[in-house]
């Protein structure tokens, strides 16, 4: 393996998939010259996101690197999407996971494929990616999983501890946005409008379908491969940075998966590990030829011998909401390296256990620092804040100064007793540091839905004024704690808007507690290290209108709050195919601090196409309300050609809660 190209490479724009009921999917293709010759090992990644210009950019230049060195690399849209055929039905639907296996059979058996494939993706590609090797196609040798999870409802964009996520109505409304464009008529001249129109038409209402599946019920367990971790048989590699919403899979897939399985933890958002906003970044295409090179070549290149879960230690800073460099250490980590220390709770402090009454007040500001669920690098506003103003809104618990450097690498586990005087209510906890410059730092949250507390499958109302043990698990962490810092468990009742609030106030009492502290002990996990990313060769694109991106907060006079998020992400032309491609979302959150039952969110999505004298536009416009009994939804779905409206429809529905 070397970094320098060595095999010419032809780039297919737009090649035809058939599956087994006639559906064709269009592929990009990356193909080696040698492939002519000799047959090669095949790299696939599977997404909604149009090939021919949604993720363009990030394609190109990974994929004709892993292609240079021996790979013949395919990205592929899913059924009804981009220039493929058919229709979209959900995220990660039957019909989406079945496809999968039939393109890995169909790739499988052609001439320029050797019989072994591998498959990559962040995000959507990495769910499905792991889930397709849930049904072991035994052409799949190889996985890289990036920025994904293990259980859908437990660890995804919806729900977390059985709270409903705010990013729920709001990817309902960027998946709308991103289904709405029409196939390239450069490519289907005959039938891009007609495709396009049907498209529109069949658009499925995937934010009423999500608030209606409040319990981990056979709607998430499918596609979630904790189910049967045993039923992966390829080696997998798992990777995700701390700053992104799925930070917990590759931990749990270090433990869970039964066959080759390595683990990445590192500093970033939710981006691919080389092309990072947060660094430092890591040369993801050399590790992944690493990889590639020993799955599906049958290579000597080392992998089995990495650490199992190597992970970036974070350094202490200060808080900073457009941060862009994380100072830390690699830690390497097989086994054995962390104990859990217990930490029992009194009235306001951590540390030995002590009888206590606390009680837990609800003040629906507390959330305003939590920062985004999803890092993308749009703007200086992404990042948690400094925690002292929530903390300030919640329930704390403070360590004395440490008396020497701490180390937490895994997940924290926090147990309590308390009661309620209603039947409803949610425990969100904070896992801070507090510096000595006065700054209170997020290391980690967990979020639980009481009515959940005996697991997700049933929801059961607490008894007023009955003591109840709980125990939530707070996210994955590599965090370094100074000697002299403090640290910090902060609890509230609401956490908006990083989720929905209960529809009524209740009033909590805490009566025990204690964290269970994963700490990295005095034989600490080998330093490891990683190359610095690599360039790629670059899509060329025209600049036509830049980004910008803003937050900001304001109280009205009836003291209701609005939280207003603008990201324009600009417009280009790509060079190549002349296409020009633009888009912008708008959200507004808004709530009473005297009203749960006011919250309120509004997200528009606009985005256009054009070329020459050609131009579609498209609006989507969502709305969700957290009212007393139940949730209401409304959507628009409006798309202009040549600045004429050629389609309009509404949606609404009313969900119990």
């Keep these: 393996m070397t970094d320098k190209a060595q095999i010419a490479v032809e780039i297919i724009p737009d090649m035809l998939i058939p599956l087994p009921d006639g559906t064709q999917l269009s592929a990009r293709v990356w193909m080696p010259a040698s492939a002519s010759d000799t047959p090669l090992p095949a790299i696939i990644e599977y997404l909604p996101y ?126 709308t946005s991103w289904l709405s464009t029409p196939p390239d008529p450069a490519l289907r001249p005959d039938t891009w409008r007609e495709t396009w129109l049907k498209r529109l038409e069949h658009t499925p209402f995937v934010a009423e379908r999500w608030v209606a599946h409040p319990t981990r019920d056979a709607y998430w367990k499918h596609g979630s491969i904790c189910e049967d971790y045993a039923a992966i048989k390829a080696p997998v590699l798992a990777i ?98 962390v104990e859990r220390q217990v930490l029992g709770f009194s009235e306001k402090a951590m540390g030995k256990a002590e009888p206590f009454s606390a009680i837990l007040e609800p003040d629906l500001r507390c959330g305003e620092g939590a920062g985004e669920y999803f890092p993308f690098g749009l703007g200086p506003f992404e990042m948690p804040e400094d925690q002292i103003a929530d903390d300030a809104r919640s329930l704390c618990f403070d360590t004395v100064p440490l008396v020497e450097d701490t180390e937490v690498i895994g997940a924290p586990k926090l147990s309590l007793t308390l009661r309620s005087d209603t039947p409803k209510g949610q425990v969100i906890a904070r896992l801070c540091d507090l510096r000595p410059d006065g700054t209170s730092h997020l290391i ?151 009203d749960p039952s006011s919250a309120v969110a509004d997200i528009t999505w606009d985005r256009m196409l054009g070329r020459g004298d050609w131009k579609i536009e498209t609006r989507v416009t969502s709305q969700m309300r957290g009212l007393r009994d139940h949730f209401e939804i409304t959507q628009t779905l409006e798309a202009w050609e040549n600045g004429t409206l050629i389609f309009a429809r509404d949606w609404a529905a009313k969900v119990p809660r």
């Design 240 to 337: 995700c940075g701390q700053h992104d919403g799925y930070r917990n899979a590759p931990a749990a897939m270090a433990e869970g998966l039964n066959g080759e399985v390595k683990a990445i933890l590192g500093p970033w958002g939710h981006k691919y590990p080389n092309i990072s906003t947060i660094g430092p970044s890591i040369d993801y295409l050399g590790e992944a030829l690493r990889w590639w090179d020993r799955w599906l070549k049958d290579a000597e290149t080392g992998v089995e011998y990495d650490a199992n879960y190597r992970a970036y230690v974070m350094d202490s800073i200060p808080p900073n909401n457009g941060l862009t460099f994380r100072p830390g250490a690699w830690r390497g980590l097989s086994g054995g390296e």
């Design 444 to 594: 980690s949250t967990g979020l639980l839905n009481l009515a959940f507390r005996e697991g997700f499958e049933t929801a059961e109302p607490m008894e007023p004024g009955t003591d109840y043990q709980i125990a939530l698990s707070l996210d994955q962490a590599a965090y370094r704690l100074p000697k002299g810092h403090r640290l910090r468990v902060a609890l509230s009742s609401s956490y908006w808007p990083y989720c929905w609030p209960e529809p009524g106030f209740g009033q909590l009492t805490v009566t025990l507690g204690a964290l269970e502290l994963p700490i990295l002990t005095s034989c600490a996990g080998a330093a490891v290290n990683f190359d610095a990313p690599k360039p790629m060769e670059e899509r060329k694109y025209r600049q036509i209108r830049d980004k910008t991106a803003d937050k900001t907060r304001t109280m009205a006079e009836d003291g209701k709050i609005t939280l207003r998020v603008h990201g324009d992400h600009g417009a280009q032309e790509d060079v190549e195919t002349g296409l020009i491609t633009g888009s912008a979302m708008a959200e507004l959150w808004s709530i009473h601090p005297d």
């Design 50 to 175: 149009r090939k021919s210009d949604g993720t363009a950019a990030r394609d190109h230049g990974m994929h004709a690197h892993f292609a240079a060195h021996g790979y013949v690399c395919l990205r592929i849209d899913r059924r009804g999407c981009g220039e493929s055929e058919g229709l979209f039905d959900d995220e990660y639907s039957e019909r989406e996971l079945s496809d999968g296996v039939d393109l890995i059979h169909w790739i499988a058996e052609q001439p320029w494929c050797n019989g072994r494939v591998g498959i990559q993706g962040i995000s959507w590609g990495g769910f499905n990616g792991v889930q397709i090797a849930a049904r072991a196609p035994e052409p799949l040798r190889a996985v890289i999983s990036i920025g994904t999870t293990a259980d859908r409802y437990h660890d995804d964009i919806h729900y977390k501890g059985g709270i409903q996520l705010s990013e729920n109505i709001g990817w309902a409304a960027t998946i």
